[in-house]
Nanobody, 113 residues
Framework: QVQLVESGGGLVQAGGSLRLSCVVP????????MGWWRQVLGQQRELVAT???????TYADSVKGRFTISRDNSKNSVYLQMNNLKPEDTAVYYC???????WGQGTQVTVSS
């Protein structure tokens, strides 16, 4: 198991943008799907987006058209570009390797109205 480190969160006004980043050990990154999840205190963790090594991407309905997940194979990194942010996007965001049971600290995203 491995814990990942997320970065790029912050405080932004509604309608603004943020880009989250996550570096993944190469031996896991090349062969595994990656995902971004988010969690509001007291609620279950929610899957936001996934990206496979083959380039297939999926999104939660709540973020379609606003969020984009991408992978950079040269940097073993996965990103989440978040545009037109809404107050309901406020949460701690986590990246993880699909199937990995360990979770990092996450990065806080706060969207003010």
């Amino acid at each position: 198991q491995v814990q990942l480190v997320e970065s790029g969160g912050g405080l932004v006004q509604a309608g603004g943008s943020l880009r989250l980043s996550c570096v993944v050990p190469g031996r896991f990154f090349r062969l595994n799907a990656m995902g971004w999840w988010r969690q509001v205190l007291g609620q279950q963790r929610e899957l936001v987006a996934t990206a496979t090594p083959e380039g297939h991407r999926t999104y939660a309905d709540s973020v379609k058209g606003r969020f984009t997940i991408s992978r950079d194979n040269s940097k073993n990194s996965v990103y989440l570009q978040m545009n037109n942010l809404k107050p309901e996007d406020t949460a701690v965001y986590y990246c993880n390797i699909w199937g990995n049971k360990d979770w990092g600290q996450g990065t806080q995203v706060t969207v003010s109205s």
